[in-house]
């Protein structure tokens, strides 16, 4: 039972325009959503987190946004800049569970010069 | 500071095989966790390690193991190796009370 998900397996955004990836989950325990960006052939690097008691979170160009009436997150790039093109993956934990993360399959996003 | 660091960066083996996979956490993380990633798909969560304790256990066969020293490094293994454990592996910390773990840049053992 996938717990997250990204529906999205990739995304095409010009330079320059806001890049919107999304995720939804299941169950409405998790205590914080990250996000996290990989480059073949490293380790995902975070970028942003947000707790459950927020609904939204900014750190210079990503903003994440949690909803959590639809289980639905979403990660705003502005501007999208070449260097972000990479895989963009969603974690979940629960402080209960030793903040173990549980991921989404990841959106591959590629920005166009 | 040095983030996390892994060895080695690539491995290949063959099946039967062993295995052992290094990690050396952020300095003043405690916490220490293995994630096995497979192409396509999100990390999956094998173990979590805090202050030499086995904190956590993912869906993983007993071939697989674990431990965290006396300095927080950490060592993964893994017995018998078949085909299907070609993966990428990482490794991250974590300071004792913060959601955020942050990644080595993993090792890629392959299995032929």
């Known amino acids: 039972d996938q717990q997250v998900k990204q529906n999205s397996p990739s995304l095409s955004v010009q330079e320059g325009r806001i890049s919107i990836l999304n995720c939804d989950y299941t169950?409405?325990?998790?205590?914080?959503f990250l996000w996290y960006k990989k480059y073949p052939a490293e380790g995902p690097t975070f970028l942003i987190s947000?707790?459950?008691i927020k609904d939204k979170n900014e750190d210079g160009r990503f903003t994440v946004f949690l909803n959590k009436s639809a289980k639905h997150l979403s990660l705003h790039i502005v501007p999208s800049q070449p260097g972000d093109s990479a895989v963009y993956f969603c974690?979940?934990?629960?402080?209960?569970?030793?903040?173990?993360?549980?991921w989404g399959a990841g959106t591959k996003l590629i920005i166009k010069p | 500071d040095a983030g996390v660091t892994q060895s080695p960066t690539h491995l290949i083996k063959t099946r039967g095989q062993h295995v052992t996979l290094r990690c050396s956490p952020i300095?003043?993380?405690?916490?220490v966790s293995w994630y096995q990633q497979v192409l396509g798909q999100g990390p999956q969560f094998i173990f979590q390690?805090?202050?030499?304790?086995?904190?956590g256990r993912g869906n993983f066969p007993d071939r697989f193991s674990a431990r965290q020293f006396p300095n927080y490094s950490s060592e993964l293994n893994v017995n018998a190796l078949l085909l299907g454990d070609s993966a990428l592996y990482l490794c991250?910390?974590?300071?004792?009370?913060?959601?955020?773990?942050?990644f080595g840049p993993g090792t890629r053992l392959l299995v032929l």
């Open positions: 300095s003043g993380h405690k916490s």
């Open positions: 169950n409405s325990m998790f205590d914080y």
């Open positions: 974690a979940a934990v629960k402080e209960d569970s030793n903040y173990q993360l549980i």
């Open positions: 390690y805090y202050e030499k304790e086995e904190r």
């Open positions: 947000i707790s459950s």
């Open positions: 991250a910390s974590r300071r004792r009370g913060q959601e955020t773990q942050y």
